[in-house]
């Protein structure tokens, strides 16, 4: 029996059992009293999104989303400068539940690219247990998981460009939850591996797990520390992933396959306005035809509130370092203004200065320099 055939039958295996199990069922309703109408605020509202629910709460729709308007402009070493503007996300999403607040939806779209991002079902046995399948973030680094809207700065770093997973989701099949009172957070997937929206293109998948122990309070997904928190949040987080793909560089449509293994490890602390986040990255990939490679990589940044909840300025180092050349940086500063209550309305403006080393010629070095604005409304 093959890898593909252990995983199918392991998955198959632990989907019957979930469904099999008396957790799944709603909960049991007791009789009681007639309870009073219920208020229009009970069934519509705004919380995180606006929501419409059925008087009972069994039916849920919550709209949401966030639009990104931009500029980017960016001067080469050799002289060539390019500027422009861009809608960079304009995004609506929908969540809830039906029937129960065990069966969980999700699904987001982003009109500036015409893509359907996640779609996705989530079954919830307990909190320590819950499958989902469909489209969703592939869970990997935190900076692939965290939403767009939430960034310390314009946008993530190039060490997530070069190690995370292009468009951050996939189609698969995984299993998450929560354990120890939230001390520990998991969660395993098996996804397509050949990139958002796209069927597998042979029969080996994408395996991924990550795992977060919060150390101190709660991290969660936001880099920034918006609440001015009176306690320190600490978390600390491993994750590894390993994709038998197609390899891109056999010719069109690619023919040949190559094995990915990817490692990251992270730590992520936010304490009254401070926020910092540090990972390191390290990929190996091996082509049928060729040697293998090892790359490295690692990214430092922070921010501090010099205006509690309204001025945030901030530091970025990320390096990638490339086996056989080609080495990159990534050198930031940024300044964020939190116009109103946290990540709804707020200004970004970020300037980098980029270098490449041996990467364009033979014993060559670059240096170009790049100046990012942003402004982002979410709802």
């Known amino acids: 029996m093959n890898r593909t055939e252990v995983t199918k039958a392991i998955a198959a295996l632990l989907f019957g059992y979930a469904l099999a199990s008396p957790a799944w069922a709603q909960e049991e309703q007791k009789p009681e009293a007639a309870a009073p109408a219920p208020k229009v605020s009970d069934i519509v509202g705004y919380d995180k999104g606006f929501y419409i629910q059925s008087a ?37 999403k929908w969540y809830g539940h039906l029937f129960s607040k065990n069966v969980q939806y999700q699904a987001e779209y982003d009109f500036s690219s015409s893509k359907n991002l996640s779609t996705y079902l989530q079954l919830v046995h307990s909190d320590p247990f819950k499958v989902r399948v469909g489209q969703w973030k592939v869970p990997f680094n935190l900076e692939g998981i965290a939403s767009g809207s939430v960034q310390q700065f314009v946008d993530r770093s190039i060490a997530h460009s070069f190690f995370g997973v292009p468009d951050e989701r996939e189609i698969g099949f995984g299993f998450n939850g929560t354990l120890m009172d939230k001390w520990l957070e998991y969660e395993v997937a098996a996804m ?80 009254r306005g401070f926020g910092a986040h ?36 901030g530091a970025r180092i990320a390096r990638v370092f490339v086996d056989g050349g080609g080495d990159t940086g990534e050198y930031t500063l940024g300044l964020n203004y939190y116009m109103f209550k946290a990540h709804h309305v707020k200004f970004q403006f970020d300037y980098s200065a980029l270098t490449t080393e041996d990467g364009v010629a033979a014993g060559d070095d670059r240096l170009d320099h790049r100046v990012r604005a942003q402004l982002q409304v979410k709802i």
């Open 56 to 92: 009972d709460g069994k039916f849920k729709l919550v709209t949401g989303g966030y639009i990104q308007g931009a500029f980017n402009g960016q001067i080469a070493e050799s002289g060539s400068e390019t500027d422009t503007f861009r809608i960079r996300r304009a995004r609506l």
């Open 192 to 271: 397509n591996g050949e990139g958002i929206n796209t069927l597998n293109q042979n029969n080996e998948f994408r395996y991924v797990g990550r795992l977060v122990a919060n150390l101190k309070g709660h991290h969660g997904l936001e880099f920034c520390d918006t609440k001015n928190s009176d306690e320190p949040n600490v978390a600390f987080a491993v994750a590894g992933m390993y994709n038998d793909t197609l390899d891109p560089s056999t010719g069109t449509p690619p023919t040949d396959e190559m094995k990915v293994t990817s490692i990251t490890a992270d730590l992520s602390a936010k304490f």
């Open 278 to 313: 540090g990972a390191f990255y390290y990929m190996n990939t091996k082509p049928d035809a060729g040697g293998s490679t090892h790359d490295k990589g690692f990214l430092a940044q922070g921010g501090y509130f010099v205006m509690p909840e309204k001025l945030e300025l």
